[in-house]
Nanobody, 124 residues
Framework: QVQLVESGGGLTQAGGSLRLSCSCS????????MGWFRQAPGKEREFVAS????????DYADSVKGRFTITRDNNKRTSYLLMDYLKPEDTAVYYC?????????????????WGQGTQVTVSS
């Protein structure tokens, strides 16, 4: 059984940084595409970033491109999302997700496993 556990969320001021971690237990982590999504109150869950199984290929939503960086350490079975220059509009619950498919996807429906989410709050 695959379990994903996020950590690293919290409260920070605009312009600050946070690093989210997603630890994976069970399954074949090194073969999964890993993604990060977020959901703000009253809004739908939206794609943030994803990385291929080896980390060579990444994809970012336009709203975070140049500010967020997704990485992974397959030896540690962990995916990371480094968030710099945070803005109040980045406030949301952030979810880690894993997909057994090899093709890149921004659709939540293409991801097979999900974490419980971690809250990120950015004050102005």
């Amino acid at each position: 059984q695959v379990q994903l556990v996020e950590s690293g969320g919290g409260l920070t001021q605009a312009g600050g940084s946070l690093r989210l971690s997603c630890s994976c237990s069970g399954g074949a982590f090194s073969s999964y595409r890993m993604g990060w999504f977020r959901q703000a109150p009253g809004k739908e869950r939206e794609f943030v970033a994803s990385t291929s199984w080896g980390g060579a290929f990444t994809d970012y939503a336009d709203s975070v491109k140049g500010r967020f960086t997704i990485t992974r350490d397959n030896n540690k079975r962990t995916s990371y999302l480094l968030m710099d220059y945070l803005k109040p509009e980045d406030t949301a619950v952030y979810y880690c997700a894993a997909s057994g498919a090899t093709d890149s996807s921004r659709s939540a429906g293409d991801y097979d496993y999900w974490g419980q989410g971690t809250q990120v709050t950015v004050s102005s």
